[in-house]
């Protein structure tokens, strides 16, 4: 094995992360515990196993037209697209969305950038236009363990963007944005949830995904979508809100009730993948994709108010591999939503735990395997690639294997 070339980068970025671990671990108060983990359907102690497996079961329903169902859809249950390898996890299902870019400024297609892929009848059915030049996938993002990301506090998430490291050169700059929280009035709190970071709490999330992925209103989104812009009323024959909210709520506590995604531990065990974690943090991966985030104190209102971080998920380590910030890494979809055209071409950090069940990688899934993602990262990764890039084969190798145990 050839020694591993590693730049001042590199060096200072190691440096930084292990001094960030230490202050992420103790953030917020003494004692803090391991996130429970697992591909198990189990609850993480937020609710009873029967409330849990009840919930579960709401979150996999599938809707009809006379529930609500469209006119335009993606999907038929909130399962359908988080599934693999249990219910709330990833799938290979994509959305498709699109606009317009003149060199300047994005338009959103008429109607949202959002195309619908199913209509309940043909003659709504969506599709891009030849005038919209911005095109892309999203992949469908897991779901296990987001009530820990929801219960970490916003200084949290600052200052893990104002430290990451030689912002000055342009090798790392995740920006925080703030977006409205549904359930508090559109309060504002920092983003989380999403390729873009649409939303910062799982109510939101849930109320936003049963629209426009269901098209189901509710009291949070009680507006119908159009057909690029044009009225669906003709086709729709169930009043709004077509759900009172309670779907909502339950879809919202099944997600706080998940465990953390957890490692292939045999496998993490090996030396090739051990090898591959030390490779990981020495050429700088964990900058963005960071190890160990304690989420907020047991007690502490977020939400704008709206919830109050329980034992279950306070005080909690978990190790997501991302830093939930929007990057610019060469691979940017174009689209802007929340954040203003400075987010047009970034995207919400991947986070790699449970990366193992996904075969189609990146926020497009068109990468599928981890060398082909990681020579994909450009923009603030530059730095990084290249130092990938001195990598021997072997030590590729055992840094595929370290991914292959998240």
């Not at 609850?43 to 996999?60: I, K, M």
Request: aromatic share 8%.
């Amino acid at each position: 094995m050839k020694p591993l070339k590693v730049s001042i980068f590199a060096f200072f970025a190691v440096v930084f992360i292990f001094i960030s671990m230490v202050t992420y671990k103790v953030e917020g108060q003494s004692g803090p515990t391991e996130a429970p983990t697992g591909f198990d359907n189990l609850t993480n102690g937020l609710v009873s196993q029967e409330v849990f497996d009840s919930d579960r079961d709401t979150f996999a329903e599938q809707e009809f037209i006379a529930d609500g169902l469209g006119p335009v859809y993606n999907a038929q249950s909130c399962g359908e697209c988080h599934q693999n390898p249990v219910t709330g996890a990833i799938s290979q299902i994509t959305e498709l969305r699109a606009g317009r870019f003149d060199g300047l400024n994005f338009t959103e297609a008429a109607g949202g950038s959002l195309i619908n892929d199913r209509a309940i009848h043909a003659s709504i059915q969506e599709r891009v236009a030849d005038s919209e030049n911005v095109r892309t996938f999203r992949t469908s993002l897991n779901t296990l363990g987001d009530g820990f990301v929801e219960a970490i506090a916003d200084n949290t998430l600052i200052a893990i963007a104002q430290q990451q490291p030689i912002q000055s050169l342009g090798f790392i700059s995740g920006q925080v944005i703030a977006v409205p929280v549904l359930e508090a009035n559109n309060a504002l709190r920092v983003a989380r949830f999403g390729w873009k970071n649409q939303h910062a709490s799982l109510v939101s999330f849930a109320a936003d995904a049963y629209l426009n992925e269901m098209g189901i209103t509710t009291p949070l989104q009680p507006v119908e979508n159009t057909s690029k812009g044009n009225s669906v009323a003709a086709f729709d024959n169930v009043a709004d809100p077509e759900d009172d909210g309670e779907d909502v709520l339950i879809f919202a506590r099944f997600m706080r009730a998940t465990k953390a995604p957890s490692r292939d531990t045999q496998l993490a065990a090996t030396p090739e993948a051990q090898a591959g974690s030390r490779i990981f943090d020495q050429i700088g991966c964990n900058v963005c994709h960071v190890r160990n985030i304690t989420t907020a104190p047991v007690g502490t209102v977020i939400n704008g108010g709206q919830f109050r971080v329980p034992p279950a998920l306070g005080n909690k380590i978990i190790h997501p591999f991302g830093d939930f910030l929007l990057h610019d890494i060469g691979t940017g979809d174009g689209i802007v939503q929340n954040g203003g055209n400075s987010t047009r071409n970034k995207m919400r950090t991947a986070p790699l735990w449970g990366v193992r069940t996904r075969n189609r990688l990146m926020h497009d899934g068109e990468s599928l395997t981890f060398n082909d993602a990681i020579l994909r990262h450009r923009g603030e990764a530059t730095a990084v690639t290249v130092l990938y890039l001195t990598l021997s084969q072997t030590q590729k190798n055992q840094l595929a294997a370290f991914l292959r145990s998240l």
